[in-house]
């Protein structure tokens, strides 16, 4: 799953630590706020977690900014999404991955994820559908 941010700007849930949070909890708190899953509908994997570091200036001070990445499977498909946000879709790995081609970290992220998943879906003996996957994350 993504949010669309306008122009061509699609990206995942995310958000800023608050007060005393561990970044799951602000994981869990921003993807409620953006979509509206509840944390009993995440099913939330706790083997799967990947950062981005990254800097830019406010004026003429350099911000360094680090974002935690969760990986979150819902049955739930019904999105609310909050007013910073002009839209989402769910979308195929293909798909996403060509939405995304303009944001090197953004790919390298969802390859990884993907990756995970696959790795522990080709482990398992579970023929099952997969469920819904959407990367939850935190800054």
């Known amino acids: 799953m993504l949010l669309y941010h306008g122009g ?3 990206y995942f849930p995310k958000g800023h630590i608050e007060h005393a949070e561990k970044s799951l909890e602000t994981a869990i708190r921003e993807t409620a706020e953006e979509t509206g899953l509840k944390r ?5 994997n706790n083997k799967f977690r990947s950062h981005e570091e990254f800097s830019f200036f406010k004026g003429k001070t350099k911000i360094l900014k680090t974002v935690i990445f969760y990986l979150a499977e819902t049955r739930n498909r019904n999105i609310r999404i909050s007013y910073a946000h002009d839209g989402y879709g769910w979308f195929s790995y293909k798909e996403a991955t060509k939405i995304l081609s303009k944001h090197k970290d953004n790919i390298t992220l969802l390859k ?3 990756s ?3 790795g522990r879906e080709h482990h398992r ?3 099952s559908r997969p469920k819904s996957v ?5 800054n």
């Open 112 to 114: 990884k994820a993907h």
């Open 116 to 118: 995970f998943v696959v």
């Open 134 to 138: 959407a990367p939850v994350v935190s």
């Open 8 to 10: 061509d700007y699609w």
């Open 40 to 44: 009993n509908e995440l099913k939330i």
């Open 125 to 127: 003996n579970d023929v």
